[in-house]
């Protein structure tokens, strides 16, 4: 089946089995390898992308039903201008180990900010609970979320959303 | 409390950022799955679905004929190669694919080759096996029952047994409990669980058939180690093996050990002539892959009537699974469990385990657990709550009473460790103040007045880490020792080669810290090699949280030969004699004549330069070490949980989480908390919600994520972290280790919460609604099996 989707701003046109999932055409088509794989159950997260704009398990979408539609990967959170305010608190607040579960966790948090700029702690936890990290405990995840929003709100941008 | 990046880099020890997130932060880390190699093939495994049953036929010919599929191999075609089984960890063999029997669900069967890897999974599909099955063993306190079918028939076994070992003095043990105004005892089961780490487990292998040289991209902790174990069971030359561990998703232990795949991997190359990716499935993971613990112990603890502690006695059945495969160090059947006389000033202690085969996966180390100290604290730690409940004494006092105390370091244990240092009154006091312990205690019998559940959980735990020695210690046969390889260029600039390798510890950042400390340059300056046999220098790599104390040392010590090489040079270019200099940060200075001085790197040039050079150096400014271990380290660390109990579901919900580390000297303290927080998580993981359960048939009934449950940010508590900071004296740099101290202090303080909370003597883990509400009605359930 032959399909358009735009991922990070770029249209690429693939002709795919239709079983294919998003997560492999990502990876395997695409090569954008940032997004990463971890269940066979969608229980993970690990492969979370922006899917017009919302968090979405890209493990559990197959690649025809993104025809059409917009599609945001951690290649695609930096702007020209830097990080991702949400990549730079991350890495401030160690909001990350191995790396593995991080694409997902940075693309949750930069839908939640983009929705509601002053999160708390608990809606953080709420926000990013349907993904996995075996390494952090989760506490600097949280933390790197509100450092996100507050350094947004001392400069006075919405939730420091890099305009794409 | 809260965790901040130092706004500049240090030079030396302190929190900095990580110079590993760069990467990750872009979705530019290299996992194994992200790695393509040209004309490369996919491979999947076609797994038992019997625990126990005799392999009839094994018809391959339909999968051979489908037209993405390249090579289809099984147990018969690994025989005529001599590669159907290879050894284990422990001294026995394991079916690499199954030929006569298959021995647990998900064993392996039959490695399929394919152009993609939908097409290597469709062909598995095509694969005709007629099993006939056989009874399982799946209860290991029947595993030596006399009628119990017998597992490892290819080792013309007549039993289930694999081996007996006993650590301490029995009879002084025996002699002090006899004596004893008190004892309590109590039968605790340490379930199996998976490390599960988000990455799973898979390799690349690529046989050049020109060179002859194998190149195996490998999901590996222990890249070194591999490669040897490689050179041993497929007897190609070691030199034309090179181990390339890439970026790695997490490992907790799961990585260490060599799987089928990996070998499959290595020989589908070999058949083929192109690079083989095998990379394995969630299911598979947790099926298959080196699970932990599985430790069923019946434990004594003995005090005397104002409640001093004497002694400890504990009997422990092992299921190992259906080949003994469990990764200890090889004089150590139990690894270091016998470090279960814990944190306390004991007389005597003794333990026996027996290990037995069972139709389950082997494995049996992993999980952040430094080699059975897991299980360890774990048994002391309920042992001290259950007495101190069967006598109505305060844990923590009871605790605080018997602790070692600061004068009686280093400290030889009943069972003959030696520990090198801790104030362990300190360390608990911090956390009992931190956590407003007696205030605790209040509120709670408030609650309790109210029937509200509400749980404080103690637990104080000792860590013995960074395994060597050598002579004590090695891993078939490879003695536990680490190099590290330093070279400072001309500018300056340095390459630190390391054989441990990192799975997110941030070894990138702290290792380079550690030179940066030493030499008095930037760590930015500072490029840390990892992971490439070619490039790096033998050593047994990560896990037992050993690379700040093994590979730690190792860099410390290689940065100060580099330093005293830089003084010879220096006092060539300062016309002094090299006594005269003075090493301040970064610089060599004339003593009394700080202006006459030579920079690291205007050092680095003349090394490099047309300068002449005095004895003893030879030009250049780098040097090797191997660092073997004097003794282990040992961490301590003080934690208090806080639980409140459902009374109507049995729901737990971790309030408060307060933990209080000593690990000696903290390199990057960022770093070191962040681990915590990791291993904090992985407590209540296998306090509230993991483990592996097998029905009668010895179907796995934890082989998803929707059945092996992992805690998220809903289950955690935001940390509350303190810290007491006695260093190692025979560390070089004074630190202890700290990757696993979490994991392996965490799980009794909830357990002891939760259970404190309902007035439930003992429940085994993990205690999910279903076991606190089943453990309140007074029927816990045993949770290695089917809920019946
Ligand atoms: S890969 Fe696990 S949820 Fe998508
Ligand atoms: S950082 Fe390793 S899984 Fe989250």
Redesign the interface.
Same mark, same amino acid.
């Given at each position: 089946m032959q399909i358009t989707v735009t991922v990070n701003g770029v249209e690429y046109t693939r002709d795919v089995?239709p079983?294919?999932l998003l997560v492999?055409f990502l990876?395997?088509e695409l090569g954008?390898?940032?997004?990463?794989?971890?269940?066979?159950?969608s229980?993970?997260g690990?492969c979370v992308v922006l899917l017009d704009g919302l968090p979405a398990k890209s493990c559990t979408v197959l690649a025809v039903m993104a025809d059409g539609h917009e599609v945001r990967?951690?290649?695609g959170?930096?702007g020209a201008d830097g990080?991702d305010p949400v @990549?730079q608190a991350?890495?401030?607040?160690?909001g990350? @180990?191995?790396?593995?579960?991080?694409?997902g966790m940075?693309l949750t948090s930069r839908a939640l900010l983009d929705r509601n700029p002053d999160p708390s702690?608990a809606e953080?936890?709420?926000a990013?609970?349907? @993904?996995?990290?075996?390494?952090?405990?989760?506490?600097?995840?949280?933390?790197a979320v509100r450092a996100a929003a507050d350094r947004a709100a001392e400069a006075g941008t919405a939730a420091g959303t890099v305009t794409s | 409390m809260t965790t901040h990046a130092a706004a500049s880099t240090p030079l030396g020890f302190g929190s900095m950022r990580r110079k590993e997130d760069a990467r990750f932060l872009r979705g530019a880390g290299r996992y194994l799955d992200d790695i393509v190699l040209p004309g490369m093939l996919h491979a999947a495994i076609l797994r038992s679905p019997y625990a126990h049953a005799r392999i009839v036929s094994v018809d391959t010919s339909a999968a051979e004929a489908h037209p993405k599929v390249e090579a289809v191999i099984t147990g018969e075609t690994l025989a005529g190669l001599g590669l159907a089984w290879m050894p284990t960890l422990s001294h026995d063999v394991q079916a690499v694919l199954a030929t006569d029997k298959v021995r647990f669900q998900g064993q392996e069967v039959a490695f399929v080759v394919a152009e993609d890897r939908y097409a290597a999974r469709d062909a598995l599909g095509l694969i005709e096996v007629e099993y006939e099955p056989l009874p399982a063993v799946v209860d290991a306190t029947h595993a030596l029952d006399p009628d119990a079918p017998v597992i490892r028939d290819d080792l013309h076994r007549t039993d289930n047994h694999i081996f007996d070992w006993e650590a301490g003095d029995a009879a002084a043990t025996d002699e002090v409990f006899s004596r004893a105004d008190v004892v309590a005892e109590c039968d605790l089961l340490y379930p199996r669980s998976h490390p599960a780490p988000m990455e799973t487990c898979g390799s690349i292998a690529s046989m050049d058939p020109v060179s002859g040289k194998l190149t195996v991209h490998t999901t590996t902790q222990a890249p070194h180690a591999h490669r040897t174990v490689y050179a041993l069971v497929a007897g190609i030359p070691e030199h034309k093996i090179q181990v390339i561990a890439p970026d790695i998703g997490g490992g907790f232990g799961n990585k260490v050990g060599i799987y089928p795949g990996y070998v499959c991997a290595v020989v589908g190359s070999i058949v083929t002539g192109r690079p083989v990716k095998w990379v394995e499935d969630r299911s598979e993971n947790l099926m298959s892959t080196s699970f932990a613990r599985d430790y069923h112990m019946h434990g004594e603890i003995a005090a005397t009537k104002d409640g001093t502690l004497l002694g400890v006695r504990v009997k422990v059945l092992a299921d190992h699974g259906a080949f003994n495969g469990t990764a200890q160090p090889s004089k150590l059947p139990a690894g270091l469990f016998h470090v279960f006389s814990g944190s306390y000033d004991l007389r005597a202690a003794h333990c026996s385990v027996t290990g037995v085969y069972t139709n389950k996966c082997p494995g049996g180390v992993a999980y952040a657990c430094s080699f059975r100290i897991t299980e360890a604290v774990y048994l002391i730690e309920r042992l001290v709550d259950v007495l101190a409940r069967d006598q109505g004494w305060d844990p923590a006092e009871l605790r605080m009473k018997n602790l070692i105390r600061p004068e009686q370091f280093p400290y030889r244990t009943a069972l003959g460790w030696e520990y090198d240092s801790g104030n362990y009154p300190k360390t608990l006091r911090t956390a009992l103040d931190l956590a407003g312990y007696a205030e605790l205690r209040r509120e709670q019998a408030e609650k309790r007045a109210r029937g509200e559940l509400m749980g404080i959980g103690v637990s104080f735990f000792t860590e013995a880490v960074g395994a060597g020695p050598r002579k004590h210690m090695d891993i078939l046969g490879l003695g536990m020792a680490d190099g590290a390889e330093l070279r400072v260029h001309p500018t300056g600039k340095a390459v630190l080669r390391l054989s441990c390798m990192t799975q997110g510890q941030g070894h990138q950042t702290t290792f380079a810290q550690i030179v940066a400390e030493e030499l008095g340059i930037s760590p930015d300056d500072v490029e840390v090699v990892q992971g490439d046999t070619d490039q790096t220098p033998f050593g047994l790599g990560t896990y037992g949280s050993r690379s700040t104390p093994v590979s730690g040392a190792a860099t410390a010590l290689v940065a100060r030969k580099v330093r005293e090489r830089a003084r010879i040079v220096a006092s060539a270019m300062l016309e002094v004699a090299p006594s005269d200099l003075e090493f301040v940060k970064g610089r060599f200075e004339v003593r009394g004549d700080p202006a006459a001085s030579a920079s690291m790197a205007e050092i680095a040039m003349a090394a490099h330069s047309a300068l002449e050079l005095p004895e003893g150096v030879e030009g250049h400014l780098d040097a090797t070490c191997v660092y073997n271990p004097p003794n282990l380290t040992y961490p301590c660390g003080a934690y208090v949980c806080v639980v409140d109990v459902d009374p109507g579901t049995g729901q737990v919900t971790v309030r408060r989480f307060v933990a209080v580390d000593d690990c000696g000297v903290r390199i990057n303290p960022m770093v070191v908390e962040g681990q915590i927080h990791g291993g904090l998580a992985d407590g209540i993981g296998m306090a509230l919600m993991e483990a592996l359960a097998f029905d009668p048939d010895g179907n796995h009934l934890g082989a998803s994520f929707m059945d092996y449950l992992l805690p998220t940010a809903l289950e955690c508590p935001s940390w509350e972290l303190g810290e007491t900071v006695t260093p190692s004296p025979h560390h070089p740099i004074g630190a202890k280790g700290v990757g696993e101290s979490a994991t392996v202090g965490s799980p009794p303080a909830v357990v002891n919460a939760v259970l404190d909370a309902i007035g439930v003597r003992h429940a085994d883990m993990p205690l999910t609604p279903a076991q606190v509400w089943r453990a309140m009605q007074g029927r816990p359930l045993r949770t290695d099996l089917s809920v019946t």
């Open positions: 089995e079983r294919l492999h990876r395997d954008l390898t940032g997004t990463h794989w971890g269940c066979d159950t229980n993970c690990v990967t951690v290649e959170l930096a990080l @990549q991350f890495s401030d607040m160690h990350l @180990q191995c790396g593995f579960c991080t694409p940075l702690p953080i936890r709420e990013i609970s349907g @993904q996995v990290c075996r390494c952090t405990g989760y506490e600097n995840i949280v933390r | -």
